[in-house]
């Protein structure tokens, strides 16, 4: 089993920054990749930035520039660095583990309970 927990969620206005930190426990050996994901209230959740066992990453267009992650083996840590945050921001981030590179949702079959950020114009 693995377990996952988020935080670093707050409120932060518009250009403002926020870090997300996800600590990873249980059996993670298998683990290839770490991601985060994003959801708000009657839209699908969707891939924010994914980084895989080799540090190769992958982030939503939306996000390219802004948001970086980031990992520390030695911690079991997961980290989201957003910066220059909007308010299209404002969401539900869940961090997940999964055993390949992918931002597939169903290639992840872990996740975290999630942590609400929410930024203000």
């Known amino acids: 089993q693995v377990q996952l927990v988020e935080s670093g969620g707050g409120s932060v206005q518009a250009g403002g920054s926020l870090r997300l930190s996800c600590v990873v426990s249980?059996?993670?050996?298998?683990?290839?990749?770490m991601g985060w994901f994003r959801q708000v209230p009657g839209k699908e959740r969707e891939g924010v930035a994914v980084i895989g066992s080799d540090g190769s990453t992958s982030y939503a267009d939306s996000v390219k520039g802004r948001f970086t992650i980031s990992k520390d083996n030695a911690k079991n840590t997961l980290y989201l660095q957003m910066n220059s945050l909007k308010v299209e921001d404002s969401a539900t981030y869940y961090c997940?583990?999964?055993?390949?590179?992918?931002?597939?949702?169903?290639?992840?079959?872990?996740w975290g309970q999630g942590t609400q950020v929410t930024v203000s114009s």
């Open positions: 249980g059996y993670t050996n298998s683990l290839y990749c």
């Open positions: 997940a583990a999964g055993r390949r590179f992918s931002v597939r949702l169903d290639d992840f079959p872990y």
